[in-house]
């Protein structure tokens, strides 16, 4: 554990989820290859790649910037473009998009959460009030986690991190200032800048085995940097 500012009390402990309380990389994966999977089959769209499919995400993007920190809403959108522009009708349009955002929504939780993450939780919550911030798509309590009082989505029920709206509607919620609550987040960006941009404290879990100063992103610094989940426990 290294500290980089001075710790304040806190009652609030708010959690990103992906890549902070269990590994996302292979999930997201593989949610991504049986959503466009999916997609092929249904639209009769055999030359689908993944490839061609980043490239409607970002021509989206460059059309509508904000779309991109709801990404479901991002989702939806550039594949309702696509089809459209491949000449689908209005009925395979919503037939594909149900069945492919219900395809990517069942493996985008399949998800093998550390008996450690939940066992660290089940420890905190006795002492904090937990909440979620997450600019993900990951619904906790579908996963496992029962632990939250308050779960947030950037583009849902807010700007997503690193906009300050989500940490400040967390403060709002629980009626505590800003800073006392200690977001704890694998981002640099969205979770740590974040999250002393709008006045809480952060704690940055680095899981890569390298120094701070290797991030060149790094533009803030944390409250604290752990390097596993437990040090959370000796606070």
Known sequence: MRFYRGLQPFKVMSFDLDDTLYDNSDVIRLAEERFLQCVQEHAQLSDLTSEYWREWKWQLVEKDPLIAEDVIAWRVE????????????AVEIDRTLALAMEEFIEWR??????TESIE????????????????????ATRIGFEHFQLSLRGGE??????????????????????????????????????????????????????????????SVLPTLEINHLTELLTL
């Open 120 to 139: 660290v939780l089940n420890q905190l919550k006795d002492r904090y009030l937990l909440s979620v911030i997450t600019n993900g798509n990951v619904i």
């Open 109 to 114: 939780h399949k998800i093998n959460v550390p």
């Open 157 to 218: 029920q807010g700007r997503a991190k690193p906009h300050q709206d989500l940490f400040h509607q967390t403060a709002h919620y629980f009626g505590v200032k800003p800073n006392e609550i200690l977001h704890i987040g694998d981002n640099l960006t969205t979770d740590v800048q974040g999250a002393i941009q709008a006045g809480c404290q952060a704690a940055w879990i680095n899981l890569s085995g390298k120094d701070l100063n290797s991030f060149t992103e790094a």
């Open 78 to 89: 550039t594949l309702r473009n696509l089809l459209i522009h491949h000449g689908k009708s």
